[in-house]
């Protein structure tokens, strides 16, 4: 072999995230090739895909609508990860989260704003916690494999939802559509500069997140537990409990993402109220290497995709679909990008690698 | 045929996707990577298989497309995971996400278009003599179509190989110990390579069962969360082929009990049956989890990149 492969001792965080960048780019240019097949102009598609995410007032409202609930997803889809708990569920824990929203909000309409917005959100949280704790708790106890149950449980909850969609909430004044009735004035969050304010919820929350990560007690036993569950044990970390609060976290900051789409975005609950937040979710996350202020950047650029994919689908006849090819393709260059940040290749020959690890 | 027969010969059939996505993610894991793209390899199989044999009408070509489609998933990620040794957990998701979008995409001009009648008719029920006569299991299990003979065979086959083959005992091998794989001079490269490659085509092939046969035409997401069932299947047949027959069928008839349930006197909400095969998932996964005994444990290996400088 003419190179051999050696651990990077350590890396400059503007250099990783150099690297990173050239990923994205890297996934563009490739992704331009496939365009090109289908005899398009990728400059044009481009563009216009920027257009479509930013081109008017209009559509860079739309565009920071959508980063909200991805920011917020984010945030908690983070913390589990953190621990390496690969909670796959924010979907269902955003259908939960709005499910127990809308409960409060269907049921007592009439309730003063502040009041019934609060409810709201505290029964939303609770619900999206409570559906991550079921997979946390098999876990903590058992060892579960958590990815497999927590995305099962998105499953149960989008048909759980459904059941209500069809069944008992069926709004019946809607002459045989199947919808549940929409929310009361009282139960949809009020706008503050034109956008809803559920986007002064995600900036504040990104500062919360990132102080309890890195600087509080259980944010910092939260690291630990997912670097080594044995150092943890060793550090006198009680492993059950941390699984449990931080997956009652994520999951509660997942609920409060579901309360937020169904309050200001649907104004009812539908089973769309998801739309797959809780799986772009996992991508933005990722490439923001689990932090909370790049999870802002990652969110928008992914709002941005989102956006711009339904806008290219109108203007070129692009089935949507190709925004989640290119989500796809973006995720995979970022991850293979991860092996330059680890790792750099030296010729043989030269002097003894950096990590000081002898010719095998 | 009484109501037992035709039930349990519809759960084979609709076992037969999930028997071939379990088989190819079995044989993925032995080789010590954790593929949670299996969904999104089975919907590229599902769709380059379907759209093939809807320009050719060529039933072999079609399989042989959708195994194409299905391994070139797996190739991705078989280079990020082992030769870049990305995150499986990830890179798994990052192939359901792409492998999702590559077949909304590619299926958009086939929605409702069907399967070419000279593919139906090659994959028409056909009663093997002798065996068909055995009472009940007879006609549930061999009164079926090609395609689900094959997944018998696969299954027998890939048991053999695993157990009885030095190829076989060398994947377990590296499966559970690649660094004394290694010493053993196995090429550890080449036996994941090809293993996940192999997976990524059997799951291609599960998923054109489904939109050739089952369906039998286009529909977009075809699979609806089956390739996730078959990623927990494994843990259920603890990693062995002949284990996997069985829970392949066993949720087949899972998978149709609601619809068969309706017209009946059993009055359940049909979504509350829909959500049984996941529910039955999460049982089962508890279940195995908190007897964990030796024989049923995943490979040591599993999900763990390996570097021979790092051993």
Same mark, same amino acid.
């Given at each position: 072999m003419l190179y051999k492969v050696v651990k990077r001792s350590e890396i400059t965080q503007g250099k990783s995230f150099g690297i990173r960048t050239a990923a994205i780019i890297l996934a563009l240019l490739t992704s331009a090739v496939f365009i090109m097949i289908l005899n398009l102009n990728p400059l044009e598609v481009y563009a216009s895909l920027i257009k479509g995410a930013f081109g008017?007032?209009?559509?860079? @409202?739309?565009?920071?609508?959508?980063?909200?609930?991805?920011?917020?997803?984010?945030?908690?889809?983070?913390?589990?990860?953190?621990?390496?708990?690969?909670?796959?569920?924010?979907?269902?824990?955003?259908?939960?989260?709005?499910?127990?929203?809308?409960? =409060?909000? +269907?049921?007592?309409?009439?309730?003063?704003?502040p009041i019934l917005l609060s409810l709201m959100m505290i029964a939303g949280m609770v619900a999206g916690g409570l559906w $991550?704790?079921?997979?946390? =708790? =098999?876990?903590?106890?058992?060892?579960?494999?958590?990815?497999?149950?927590?995305?099962?449980?998105?499953?149960?909850?989008?048909?759980?939802?459904?059941? +209500?969609?069809?069944?008992?909430?069926?709004?019946?004044?809607?002459?045989g559509f199947p919808k549940?009735?929409?929310?009361?004035?009282?139960?949809?969050l009020p706008n503050f500069l034109g956008i809803h304010i559920g986007w002064i919820f995600a900036l504040i929350l990104i500062i919360v997140v990132y102080i309890f990560m @890195?600087?509080?007690?259980?944010?910092?036993?939260?690291?630990?537990?997912?670097? #080594?569950?044995?150092?943890?044990?060793?550090?006198?970390?009680? &492993?059950?409990?941390?699984?449990?609060? $931080?997956?009652?976290? #994520?999951?509660?900051?997942?609920?409060?993402?579901?309360?937020?789409?169904?309050?200001?975005?649907?104004?009812?609950?539908?089973?769309?109220?998801?739309?797959?937040?809780?799986?772009?979710?996992?991508?933005?996350?990722?490439?923001?290497?689990?932090?909370?202020?790049?999870?802002?950047?990652? #969110?928008?650029?992914?709002? $941005?995709?989102?956006?711009?994919?339904?806008?290219?689908?109108?203007?070129?006849g692009i089935p949507a679909a190709a925004a989640m090819i290119l989500e796809g393709m973006i995720l995979f260059f970022v991850l293979g990008s991860e092996f330059f940040i680890k790792y750099k290749l030296t010729k043989n020959g030269s002097a003894k690698s950096a990590a000081g690890k002898g010719e095998i | 045929m009484d109501f037992m027969t035709s039930f349990l010969a519809a759960a084979v059939v609709a076992?037969?996707?999930?028997?071939?996505?379990?088989?190819?993610?079995?044989?993925?894991?032995?080789?010590?990577?954790?593929?949670?793209?299996?969904? %999104?390899? /089975?919907? /590229?199989?599902?769709?380059?298989?379907?759209?093939?044999?809807?320009?050719?009408?060529?039933?072999?070509?079609?399989?042989?497309?959708? /195994?194409?489609? %299905?391994s070139m998933g797996a190739l991705i990620f078989a280079v990020l995971t082992i030769s870049l040794r990305a995150n499986q957990v990830v890179s798994g998701l990052a192939l359901t996400i792409f492998g999702t979008g590559f077949?909304?995409?590619?299926? @958009?001009?086939? &929605?409702?278009?069907?399967?070419?009648? $000279?593919?139906?008719?090659?994959?028409?029920?056909?009663?093997?003599?002798?065996?068909?006569?055995?009472?009940?299991?007879?006609?549930?299990?061999? #009164?079926?179509?090609?395609?689900?003979?094959?997944?018998? +065979?696969?299954?027998?086959?890939?048991g053999i190989y695993l157990y009885k083959t030095r190829k076989g005992l060398n994947l377990i091998a590296?499966?559970?110990?690649?660094?004394?794989?290694?010493?053993?001079?196995?090429?550890?490269?080449?036996?994941?390579?090809?293993? &996940? +490659?192999?997976?990524?085509?059997?799951? %291609?092939?599960?998923? *054109?069962?489904?939109?050739?046969?089952? *369906?039998p035409a286009w529909q977009e997401n075809v699979t609806a969360g089956r390739g996730w069932i078959a990623v927990a299947l494994v843990i259920f047949a603890a990693w062995n082929p002949f284990k996997a027959l069985v829970g392949a069928y066993l949720f087949g008839g899972m998978d149709i009990?609601?619809?068969?349930?309706?017209?009946?006197?059993?009055?359940?909400?049909?979504?509350?049956?829909d959500m049984l095969p996941y529910l039955v998932t999460i049982a089962v996964l508890v279940v195995v989890s908190m007897r964990k005994s030796k024989k049923n444990a995943p490979p040591k290996g599993l999900g763990v990149p390996y570097f021979r400088e790092e051993r």
């Amino acid at each position: 072999m003419l190179y051999k492969v050696v651990k990077r001792s350590e890396i400059t965080q503007g250099k990783s995230f150099g690297i990173r960048t050239a990923a994205i780019i890297l996934a563009l240019l490739t992704s331009a090739v496939f365009i090109m097949i289908l005899n398009l102009n990728p400059l044009e598609v481009y563009a216009s895909l920027i257009k479509g995410a930013f081109g008017s007032n209009y559509r860079i @409202k739309q565009t920071i609508i959508t980063a909200i609930p991805l920011v917020i997803t984010s945030l908690g889809i983070a913390i589990a990860f953190k621990m390496k708990f690969w909670n796959i569920g924010g979907e269902g824990q955003i259908m939960m989260g709005a499910f127990a929203a809308s409960f =409060f909000a +269907l049921r007592y309409p009439d309730l003063p704003k502040p009041i019934l917005l609060s409810l709201m959100m505290i029964a939303g949280m609770v619900a999206g916690g409570l559906w $991550a704790l079921i997979p946390a =708790f =098999f876990k903590a106890q058992w060892e579960t494999n958590e990815t497999i149950i927590t995305l099962m449980m998105n499953y149960i909850a989008i048909k759980w939802v459904t059941y +209500l969609q069809y069944g008992p909430w069926r709004d019946k004044g809607a002459l045989g559509f199947p919808k549940i009735p929409n929310f009361s004035d009282n139960a949809i969050l009020p706008n503050f500069l034109g956008i809803h304010i559920g986007w002064i919820f995600a900036l504040i929350l990104i500062i919360v997140v990132y102080i309890f990560m @890195k600087h509080s007690k259980l944010g910092y036993e939260i690291a630990v537990l997912g670097e #080594s569950e044995n150092t943890a044990r060793y550090a006198g970390i009680n &492993v059950k409990r941390t699984i449990i609060i $931080a997956l009652l976290i #994520s999951g509660g900051l997942c609920g409060l993402a579901g309360m937020i789409q169904a309050s200001a975005v649907s104004n009812t609950l539908n089973v769309e109220v998801s739309g797959g937040v809780g799986f772009t979710a996992i991508i933005t996350t990722w490439l923001a290497s689990l932090s909370a202020p790049f999870i802002l950047l990652a #969110s928008i650029l992914f709002a $941005a995709l989102i956006q711009g994919g339904s806008f290219i689908q109108t203007a070129f006849g692009i089935p949507a679909a190709a925004a989640m090819i290119l989500e796809g393709m973006i995720l995979f260059f970022v991850l293979g990008s991860e092996f330059f940040i680890k790792y750099k290749l030296t010729k043989n020959g030269s002097a003894k690698s950096a990590a000081g690890k002898g010719e095998i | 045929m009484d109501f037992m027969t035709s039930f349990l010969a519809a759960a084979v059939v609709a076992g037969t996707p999930l028997l071939f996505a379990t088989l190819g993610e079995i044989i993925t894991e032995r080789a010590g990577n954790l593929n949670l793209g299996v969904e %999104g390899m /089975m919907l /590229m199989g599902a769709v380059i298989g379907f759209k093939i044999g809807l320009i050719t009408g060529n039933p072999i070509l079609a399989l042989l497309a959708a /195994m194409f489609a %299905g391994s070139m998933g797996a190739l991705i990620f078989a280079v990020l995971t082992i030769s870049l040794r990305a995150n499986q957990v990830v890179s798994g998701l990052a192939l359901t996400i792409f492998g999702t979008g590559f077949s909304a995409f590619i299926g @958009k001009d086939l &929605v409702g278009q069907v399967t070419p009648n $000279a593919i139906k008719l090659f994959f028409k029920p056909l009663e093997i003599p002798g065996l068909a006569n055995i009472p009940i299991l007879g006609k549930a299990l061999f #009164s079926q179509d090609l395609f689900i003979y094959l997944g018998y +065979l696969t299954a027998i086959i890939l048991g053999i190989y695993l157990y009885k083959t030095r190829k076989g005992l060398n994947l377990i091998a590296v499966g559970e110990n690649p660094g004394a794989a290694d010493a053993a001079s196995i090429n550890i490269t080449l036996y994941k390579y090809a293993h &996940v +490659l192999l997976g990524g085509a059997l799951c %291609g092939l599960g998923g *054109v069962y489904l939109s050739l046969v089952y *369906v039998p035409a286009w529909q977009e997401n075809v699979t609806a969360g089956r390739g996730w069932i078959a990623v927990a299947l494994v843990i259920f047949a603890a990693w062995n082929p002949f284990k996997a027959l069985v829970g392949a069928y066993l949720f087949g008839g899972m998978d149709i009990i609601g619809f068969r349930l309706q017209g009946t006197s059993i009055q359940i909400s049909q979504y509350f049956i829909d959500m049984l095969p996941y529910l039955v998932t999460i049982a089962v996964l508890v279940v195995v989890s908190m007897r964990k005994s030796k024989k049923n444990a995943p490979p040591k290996g599993l999900g763990v990149p390996y570097f021979r400088e790092e051993r």
